[in-house]
């Protein structure tokens, strides 16, 4: 699965292996002891979700502006970040970084279940866009281990000893800023625009 390549890197499996989802039945949902009485067409949790039909990811209208408002929030924790070391609050960089990676996490876990399976199965009759999406995938996968790696080394607090570590960040920090605006930019402009409903 591709998303093991991004989180675990010891994952050997092929990063884009387009086999398609075993498909099990849901179990049916239980209703509780209170609520048995109630007709189902009352009762929402138990009307079929809109990708249970055929287990498919279905097209999602919020998608979109939930992953571009993370996009925001991750340029705002970077900021963050940047206005720290300005002020040499070099002490609560680890912190902010933690929990810039576990924003970045839940993003490409998104953007990885609901975007991409959603695009794969969407284009696959169309070669080229296709082709931009699976593009897009791979250097996801590129810029996820890069930027994790960043995070793994940086966000505990003994680098901040050293004179050189902090020198050393600054520059792998600045480099990760420029990869992150470039793909948001690509993404919201490019890609974002091929999720249609089918």
Same mark, same amino acid.
Do not use: C
């Given at each position: 699965?591709?998303?093991?390549?991004?989180?675990?890197?010891?994952?050997?499996?092929?990063?884009?292996?387009?086999?398609?989802?075993?498909?099990?039945?849901?179990?049916?949902?239980?209703?509780?002891?209170?609520?048995?009485?109630?007709?189902?067409?009352?009762?929402?949790?138990?009307?079929?979700?809109? /990708?249970?039909?055929?287990?498919?990811?279905?097209?999602?209208?919020?998608?979109?502006?939930?992953?571009?408002?993370?996009?925001?929030?991750?340029?705002?924790?970077?900021? /963050?970040?940047?206005?720290?070391?300005?002020?040499?609050?070099?002490?609560?960089?680890?912190?902010?970084?933690?929990?810039?990676?576990?924003?970045?996490?839940?993003?490409?876990?998104?953007?990885?279940?609901?975007?991409?399976?959603?695009?794969?199965?969407?284009?696959?009759?169309?070669?080229?866009?296709?082709?931009?999406?699976?593009?897009?995938?791979?250097?996801?996968?590129?810029?996820?281990?890069?930027?994790?790696?960043?995070?793994?080394?940086?966000?505990?607090?003994?680098?901040?000893?050293?004179?050189?570590?902090?020198?050393?960040?600054?520059?792998?920090?600045?480099?990760?800023?420029?990869?992150?605006?470039?793909?948001?930019?690509?993404?919201?402009?490019?890609?974002?625009?091929?999720?249609?409903?089918?």
């Amino acid at each position: 699965m591709w998303l093991k390549s991004i989180f675990n890197k010891s994952a050997t499996v092929e990063q884009d292996q387009e086999r398609p989802a075993a498909r099990t039945p849901a179990p049916a949902p239980v209703a509780s002891p209170a609520r048995a009485a109630a007709p189902a067409a009352a009762r929402p949790e138990l009307q079929p979700a809109a /990708s249970a039909a055929n287990n498919q990811i279905q097209y999602d209208e919020k998608l979109i502006p939930q992953l571009k408002g993370d996009h925001a929030a991750l340029l705002l924790m970077y900021s /963050s970040v940047a206005n720290k070391m300005s002020t040499d609050a070099w002490e609560s960089i680890p912190g902010a970084l933690r929990e810039m990676r576990m924003a970045m996490y839940g993003h490409l876990l998104t953007e990885g279940v609901k975007l991409y399976s959603y695009m794969r199965r969407n284009l696959a009759e169309e070669p080229n866009l296709l082709e931009v999406y699976r593009s897009y995938k791979k250097e996801m996968d590129g810029i996820g281990r890069v930027a994790f790696d960043f995070f793994d080394k940086y966000q505990g607090k003994d680098w901040l000893l050293l004179p050189d570590a902090r020198t050393g960040f600054k520059g792998e920090f600045e480099n990760l800023g420029k990869v992150l605006v470039d793909r948001i930019t690509r993404e919201e402009n490019i890609l974002y625009p091929l999720y249609l409903p089918s």
